[in-house]
């Protein structure tokens, strides 16, 4: 069976620390693992791989997707208050059409 | 681009009645829309996969009678809890993906349903 797993489930950090997200999967022929930020409300897109070994950055956040390993790790250097949120990993495989499936999530919380 | 509203965005009702719940996208034409639940510090469950003009399909064990979900255009799409009892207050998000390719899904800001 699919499926998605992350950790940590959650952390408590403070101010300025850098954090490293784990998402690992199983999925049968796997297209695409996307990164959700998610705070009170709906999940905010943050990035998606599709390709191993390739780095995407955006500001204090950075992921990258490692085929062989089957896992990716999401990167928040000099983290800030505002990055409190649940942080999901999904991923799509090609028998899925466009279905997603998520895993559990890791809360993050970042104490001033 | 790529944003996705729903409305209402928080709705309390009684139980026994049925409750309607909107899923929008605004700047693209979204071929497929999905609906998830998602109970507090849980993830999101996937309930129902629906593409313009078909009929949905549902994920396993979630009763098609109960949450009618309709696709009538590249922009809308709805979800009709019906016969709303306690156990089915929720957090309802719909998302939408075009056809980028790549299944990017787009969220919209969710619907908080309260049942009475």
């Known amino acids: 069976e699919d499926k998605v797993v992350q950790s940590p489930l959650s952390l408590v950090v403070h101010e300025g620390d850098t954090v490293t997200l784990n998402c690992s999967y199983e999925v049968t022929n796997f297209r695409s693992l996307l990164w959700y930020k998610q705070e009170k409300k709906a999940p905010t897109f943050l990035f998606m791989l599709t390709s191993s070994g390739i780095e995407k950055k955006s500001g204090r956040l950075s992921s990258i997707l490692d085929k062989k390993e089957l896992s990716s790790i999401l990167n928040i250097t000099a983290t800030q208050t505002g990055d409190s949120a649940i942080y999901l990993c999904a991923v799509n495989g090609l028998e899925y059409g466009n279905k997603l499936v998520f895993g559990a999530g890791t809360i993050l919380r970042v104490k001033s | 681009g790529a944003v996705v509203s729903q409305h209402p965005s928080r709705v309390i009702c009684k139980s026994g009645t049925s409750v309607k719940i909107e899923c929008r996208s605004l700047d693209f034409q979204a071929t497929t829309m999905f609906w998830y639940r998602q109970f507090p510090k849980q993830s999101l469950m996937l309930m129902a996969t629906?593409?313009?003009?078909?009929?949905?399909?549902?994920e396993q064990g979630v009763e098609k009678d109960k949450f009618l979900i309709n696709h009538a255009s590249l922009t809308l799409s709805t979800l009709t809890v019906t016969s709303a009892h306690p156990e089915d207050s929720s957090f309802y998000i719909c998302s939408a993906s075009g056809s980028t390719g790549y299944n990017e899904q787009f969220f919209g800001p969710g619907t908080r349903l309260t049942v009475l």
């Open positions: 629906s593409n313009e003009g078909s009929k949905a399909t549902y």
